[in-house]
């Protein structure tokens, strides 16, 4: 998808972080944006700034992802409001921590209805409008850890391996309708991701909001540019630096050495989570 201009993508978890800098980058390249998140004043706020800053027609659509009908109900409103739909951008997820084998079955569920369910439901409504207009792009926000394990993370992991397994089957599948399947691995990035994910720990079900250490990563924008980038190639798999990347082929080639990282990640990650409840219980 060479020339972005005229385009209309629609991005989730488009409130902040991420999916914000998705939006706008895409907006400066002259895409027309629907915007979904549930935050409905920093929707609109954005929904004002782009239309302003960049010419672009905007939609702010106040979602509730994890609930299937209302991401239909999003898809069927960028279609009313701008006749097709070029580009999707499943971006909206959150985190879970805690053992795998203490989380709070509800809080799992809850995690992979909106990291899962959401992306394949939004792929479900607007793959028929893409299929008819003969072009589009899908792309999903994966992350490294849909690569392998995240002690403690378990769960969020989970969640980004299933989405990478249907990203993989659904770009084969939609290819001769000349629709592709981007997947975006990123790695550490600087957002408030950590302050929105659950936390699961045992004695504790759901501290919700828990902060750890902010995430300093890289910019929400370099991972918006390289996204973009992608898009215009249709690329099939994207890592945001060369550590990722590394890290990841490292997890491959070497699963033993690899594995032997992870207790140790195990231990240190565990110290923190204990640091946090006592934290939490003091407070
Ligand atoms: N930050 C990282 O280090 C990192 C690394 C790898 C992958 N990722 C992935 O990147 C994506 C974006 O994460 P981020 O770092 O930008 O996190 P973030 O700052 O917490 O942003 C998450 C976005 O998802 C939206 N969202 C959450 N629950 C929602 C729901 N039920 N319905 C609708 N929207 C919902 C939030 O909006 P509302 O709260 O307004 O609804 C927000 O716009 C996620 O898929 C994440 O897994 C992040």
Not at 85 to 113: H, K, P, Q
Not at 125 to 135: C, I, K, L, S
Not at 183 to 191: F, K, R
Not at 201 to 218: C, F, I, N, S, T
Request: glycine letters at 10%; charged letters at 20%.
């Amino acid at each position: 998808m060479k020339e972005l201009r005229g385009r209309v993508a629609l991005v989730t978890g488009a409130s902040r972080g991420i999916g914000a800098a998705i939006a706008t980058a895409l907006a400066a390249e002259g895409c027309d944006v629907a915007l979904a998140a549930r935050s409905t004043e920093a929707l609109a706020s954005l929904s004002t700034t782009l239309g302003q800053q960049y010419g672009v027609k905007t939609l702010a659509l106040p979602t509730d992802l994890s609930d299937e009908r209302q991401v239909e109900e999003m898809v069927q409103k960028t279609m009313a409001a701008f006749g097709r739909i070029d580009i999707l951008v499943n971006n909206a997820g959150a985190g879970i921590y805690g053992d795998m084998a203490a989380l709070c079955s509800a809080n799992l569920r809850a995690t992979f209805d909106l990291n899962f369910f959401a992306p394949i439901a939004a792929m479900h409504a607007a793959v028929p409008h893409m299929a008819a207009q003969g072009d589009g792009v899908i792309v999903n926000i994966g992350s490294i850890v849909g690569k392998f394990p995240q002690p403690l993370g378990g769960g969020y992991s989970a969640s980004k391996y299933a989405l990478h397994g249907a990203s993989g089957a659904a770009r084969a599948e939609l290819k001769s309708d000349n629709i592709a399947v981007v997947l975006v691995c990123p790695g550490l990035t600087d957002t408030e991701f950590a302050a929105h994910s659950r936390v699961s720990v045992p004695g504790v079900e759901d501290m919700q909001g828990e902060r750890h250490a902010p995430l300093r990563g890289v910019p929400p924008q370099r991972v918006a540019r390289r996204v973009v980038k992608a898009i215009r190639r249709r690329e099939r798999e994207v890592y945001i630096t060369l550590f990722d990347r590394l890290v990841v082929l490292g997890a491959q080639l070497f699963p033993g050495f690899f594995a032997w990282g992870l207790l140790l990640a195990t231990k240190i990650r565990r110290r923190r989570f204990a640091e946090s409840r006592r934290r939490m219980t003091d407070g």
